[in-house]
């Protein structure tokens, strides 16, 4: 029998001595226990990770303050992120739904040939049915089982759709539907935008499970946009780069993104590096839409 070692947790004082140890300066030790009250000691470590210079040591001049602004900065920065990627996610749902509607029927999504042939449609199905037997008592899952017999539009059903599950049916669309859509609704590539969503996804995830996104590194690797002047990177500007590709309006991803966005980079700018967020010199003008008139 193997017998699992324990961890124990630490009091406050204990907490403080171990930051204190690892270099952190701490000027006001009440403000470092109420801060542990509601935050979790385990998740705010994590935001000494980018100021680290070695195992458990941490660069000079770290301030318990600075950590506490930069948890702040990036609580705050997710609530922009994931609001746009709400409604890329909706436009994405209506796009998505229109064009495979239109082509194949409301219920064509029911009918394998409608896809690739590497789309495993039992599979499919029985996500779907289990998305309907999960969503029973909601207003409109009611009313087509009742009045439909269980037949659901593709418009429809698809609001049961995750961000993910949404990514894998255009993944798994036919390539000249796929092409067809990225060109018609966003004036890209088929790869591009399988790529794109996937990434939006993994942000999405991100942002919902509260993970930290300065100095964090995501898992997948952003196709840079055809004649975009740097080559992307798996971090925050990188997938804000993507973010505006799939945006459906211009003046609102400047007003609700950018500007919520770089009022937080020149808030903290004596706190963060911008390099820990992927941000390119030049960066003001990549991440905005000049012309907001088109």
């Known amino acids: 029998m193997i017998l699992l070692k324990e961890k ?14 690892r270099g952190c300066i701490i000027r006001d030790e009440k403000l470092v226990r109420e801060t542990l009250k509601y935050i979790n000691y385990y998740r705010l470590s994590n935001y000494f990770e980018p100021f680290s210079v070695g195992k458990h040591k941490y660069e000079e ?9 930069v948890y ?15 409604e890329i996610e909706i436009a994405l749902r209506a796009a998505i739904s229109n064009f495979h509607a ?23 199905i029985s996500r779907i049915n ?10 409109f899952v009611r009313h087509y089982n ?11 059903v698809m609001e049961l759709f995750s961000f993910g599950t949404l990514a894998f049916f255009y993944k798994d669309m036919k ?29 999405r995830n991100y942002c919902a499970h509260y993970n930290r996104l300065y100095g964090n590194r995501f ?29 459906h309006s211009k003046s609102n991803w400047n007003e609700r993104v950018v500007k919520p966005v770089s009022r937080m980079l020149r808030k903290n700018s004596e706190d963060i590096r911008l390099s820990d967020l992927g941000f390119p010199e030049g960066w003001e003008t990549m991440i905005a839409f000049g012309d907001t008139s088109k």
């Not at 124990?8 to 140890?21: D, F, G, H, V």
């Not at 239109?102 to 394998?112: A, F, I, Q, S």
Request: charged content about 25%.
């Open 8 to 21: 124990i947790p630490a009091t406050s004082n204990e907490q403080i001595s171990i930051l204190r140890e």
């Open 61 to 69: 001049g770290t301030t318990f303050e600075k950590i506490l602004r």
């Open 72 to 86: 702040e900065m990036d609580r705050k920065l997710r609530s922009v992120l994931i609001a746009a990627l709400e």
């Open 102 to 124: 239109l082509k194949y029927g409301g219920l064509g999504y029911l009918n394998p040939n409608s896809f690739e042939r590497v789309h495993n449609h039992q599979s499919f």
């Open 130 to 139: 289990h998305l309907i037997e999960c969503n029973d008592e909601r207003e």
């Open 146 to 156: 009742s009045k439909y017999n269980g037949k659901f539009p593709l418009w429809v």
């Open 175 to 203: 390539s000249e539907d796929k092409k067809a859509l990225a060109s018609e609704y966003y004036k890209c590539s088929a790869s591009e935008m399988d790529n794109w969503i996937f990434c939006l996804n993994e942000l």
């Open 219 to 247: 898992p997948i690797l952003p196709r840079t946009p055809k004649n975009f002047p740097v080559e992307l990177s798996d971090n925050v500007f990188g997938y804000m780069i993507v973010m505006k590709q799939l945006y």
